[in-house]
């Protein structure tokens, strides 16, 4: 068996950059909306929302990454369980982190809009 050589255009699509542009741009809109709701609740403290984002997001977007990465990889070798549900994988795994920051700026738009105070 013959390998393929497995060059940077496999790892890095245009797929995946245009996914990682969609994500970045939703960490800016949570960023945003934590920010603002810190700065309604008069707790604004920069420390935090460093290490929110270093604990919380940073560690999903990095998991999607190499996830989606192996997979392709996978599928470039075409390793016959991950070619035959690829594009499934690529997509669940998306999908979580999206689903997982999109969660994040809808709580904190609630609790802008809400009058409750959050603990």
Not at 92 to 105: C, D, E, N, P, R
């Amino acid at each position: 068996m013959i390998l393929k050589t497995l060059t940077i255009d496999v790892l890095i699509t245009p797929d995946f950059m245009k996914a990682v542009f969609g994500l970045l741009l939703l960490i800016v809109l949570d960023l945003t909306a934590g920010i603002a709701l810190a700065l309604k609740l008069r707790k604004f403290e920069l420390k935090k929302v460093a290490d929110f984002y270093i604990s919380s997001v940073l560690p999903y977007v990095i998991v999607w990454a190499v996830v989606d990465i192996a997979i392709r990889v996978a599928g470039f070798y075409e390793l016959p369980i991950v070619t035959a549900i690829q594009p499934f994988l690529e997509a669940v795994s998306l999908g979580a982190v999206t689903v997982s920051l999109a969660a994040h700026i809808g709580d904190k738009l609630v609790k802008i809009k809400a009058d409750v105070t959050v603990g």
